[in-house]
């Protein structure tokens, strides 16, 4: 009986929604900009005289671009995968390097946003199971016949928190 690919994306779709593993987002903090007074001539400007440093608000925290997501996902350390199975990834995705240290399954109705994009877009880093990494690269992979499909992403680094 040849592999239904209906179903194989059912049963991924389980085990991700099953799965004790979850990935969260974090993107980049801004911080409040200095403040301070500048000069309203150039010719007040003296190397001898003390100048108004800027100073930052110490009440104000910084804060992030967007709030941080967390998904349901499928995990693996690089050091899990097989030779074989690293090359059968390298060959259908072509992103595979030596960089790659995980890899990541993810629903694409939690890695896409209603605006267009990915969640992974402009993140800082991300955090599996406690340890933070740098997204390399997110890829879609979907049968034909269905419109939803998942995500690989790629990941590097690993830094316990």
């Given at each position: 009986m040849p592999p239904n690919g209906e179903r194989i994306n059912a049963r991924i779709r389980e085990r991700i929604l099953g799965s004790d593993f979850s990935l969260t987002v974090y993107y980049a903090e801004v911080r409040p900009k200095p403040t301070g007074t500048a000069p309203l001539n150039i010719s007040d400007v003296s190397l001898l005289l003390p100048t108004?440093?800027?100073?930052?608000?110490?009440?104000?925290?910084?804060?992030?671009?967007?709030?941080?997501?967390?998904?349901?996902?499928?995990?693996?350390?690089?050091?899990?995968?097989?030779?074989?199975?690293?090359?059968?990834?390298?060959?259908?995705?072509?992103?595979?390097?030596?960089?790659?240290?995980?890899?990541?399954?993810?629903?694409?109705?939690?890695?896409?946003?209603?605006s267009g994009?990915?969640?992974?877009?402009?993140?800082?880093?991300?955090?599996?199971?406690?340890?933070?990494?740098?997204?390399?690269?997110?890829?879609?992979?979907?049968?034909?016949?269905?419109?939803a499909g998942t995500y690989y992403v790629y990941l590097s680094g690993s830094v316990k928190s």
């Open positions: 108004a440093l800027p100073v930052a608000t110490p009440d104000e925290a910084p804060e992030q671009v967007q709030p941080s997501v967390t998904m349901k996902c499928l995990f693996t350390d690089a050091h899990q995968l097989t030779d074989l199975r690293q090359k059968r990834l390298g060959a259908g995705n072509g992103l595979w390097t030596r960089d790659a240290t995980a890899l990541v399954r993810v629903l694409a109705e939690d890695a896409e946003l209603a994009g990915l969640v992974f877009d402009g993140c800082k880093w991300v955090e599996v199971n406690g340890r933070r990494y740098k997204v390399m690269e997110a890829v879609r992979v979907a049968v034909s016949s269905e419109k």
